[in-house]
């Protein structure tokens, strides 16, 4: 069994949102295998299904995003999953381009109030999370605004594509490992270019 969470804020005012794009992710694996993720449970509303022959739990939390960790924790213990394999994290990520993904097995919450909170509760760093690009913030915006605001029209075509690569990404981190998927699916850095165009 998996639990597949995907972090947001619950509110109106926070649909759609560069922060809630791990919500959208969730929204977009439960249209795909028509699983209704409408249960309260877990300080959250889960949906339970299959995908590929697997049962899987997907989760939202409602305990806004700095709080996650009661929600995901709660599930986790609950069903007695191994959280090291068994656990996928969907998050919003501001140092990755728009539409990027990077994947990763464990590592620290990259100053993601979500992640640090999940992190706190399981009391270690490793379980699966998919960081999805929402573009850095302009000089100038404050943070929260900036990941509470909305993306732009062109930018939503790019997330509308990256949200179905996140559900492949999950599929074979399903079916054949993380490494797999990594592989596959991370993005790779666009090289820098220096003054003289040049890379």
Not at 18 to 40: C, F, P, T
Not at 97 to 104: A, K, N, Y
Not at 105 to 128: Q, V
Not at 140 to 167: N, P
Request: proline share 2%; no cysteine.
């Amino acid at each position: 069994m998996f639990i597949i969470a995907g972090l947001g804020n619950p509110g109106r005012q926070y649909e759609g949102t560069r922060h809630n794009i791990g919500w959208q992710v969730i929204d977009e694996l439960a249209d795909k295998y028509n699983i209704r993720v409408m249960e309260s449970k877990f300080k959250g509303l889960i949906g339970k299904g299959i995908i590929n022959g697997e049962k899987v739990i997907l989760l939202k939390p409602l305990t806004y995003m700095n709080l996650s960790g009661e929600s995901v924790g709660e599930a986790v213990n609950f069903f007695k999953i191994d959280e090291t394999k068994e656990l996928i994290v969907v998050a919003d990520d501001i140092s990755l381009d728009v539409g990027h993904i990077r994947m990763r097995k464990k590592g620290s919450a990259g100053g993601h109030n979500g992640l640090k909170n999940i992190i706190a509760h399981l009391g270690h760093e490793e379980f699966i999370r998919i960081k999805m690009g929402v573009g850095d913030k302009p000089a100038g915006y404050d943070l929260a605004d900036y990941v509470l605001g909305h993306f732009s029209k062109e930018e939503e075509k790019i997330i509308a594509e990256s949200k179905k690569t996140a559900v492949l990404a999950i599929e074979t981190i399903m079916s054949d490992g993380i490494d797999k998927a990594m592989n596959l699916y991370n993005t790779k850095k666009t090289p820098k270019k220096n003054d003289n165009g040049e890379q």
